[in-house]
């Protein structure tokens, strides 16, 4: 594989951006108010603290999807650290990349489905994990790709 260092790279940064969406990126914001697949964290007076996502008025189906959500970020995370893992010891790990693309998949539903039922509150903007967990979706998609392409070297005699 000629562009190794290239997939490695792209590997890497997907997993990255994966990582800080789910866990730390925040999917909407209201003032000092963040809400997140895993939860919410409210700042008032310059006391922050973790919540949960009741406060929102979600159903349980919302709630269950954003912990999905961020199981299947975490999860796509991990695959896409193995995938640039066995490209930079110069393998071709080609299950890794077919698991990396439906972990990736997966977590496309999820975020899909937590985004769609989002019950809404007044003054909500997108904020930065959702942009971070699209720009994952398609640079870990381009890396497993790439794997799943790369030519197996003809075997010596």
Do not use: H, N
Request: charged content about 15%; glycine content about 14%.
């Amino acid at each position: 594989m000629k562009s190794r260092w290239i997939i490695v790279a792209i590997a890497l940064v997907a997993a990255s951006a994966f990582a800080v969406s789910v866990w730390a990126g925040r999917w909407w914001s209201i003032g000092d108010v963040e809400i997140g697949p895993f939860g919410s964290k409210q700042c008032f007076g310059g006391d922050c603290r973790p919540t949960s996502l009741t406060w929102i008025g979600g159903s349980e189906r919302w709630m269950r999807m954003g912990m999905a959500t961020w199981a299947g970020g975490l999860i796509a995370m991990l695959v896409l650290l193995v995938v640039a893992g066995g490209v930079a010891a110069k393998r071709i790990p080609r299950l890794a990349a077919r698991t990396a693309l439906i972990a990736i998949g997966t977590a496309v539903v999820a975020g899909i489905a937590f985004v769609m039922q989002y019950p809404g509150v007044d003054g909500a903007r997108v904020d930065r994990g959702m942009w971070l967990f699209g720009g994952a979706v398609v640079l870990g998609s381009v890396a497993a790709i790439g794997v799943l392409r790369a030519r197996i070297p003809a075997a010596v005699s």
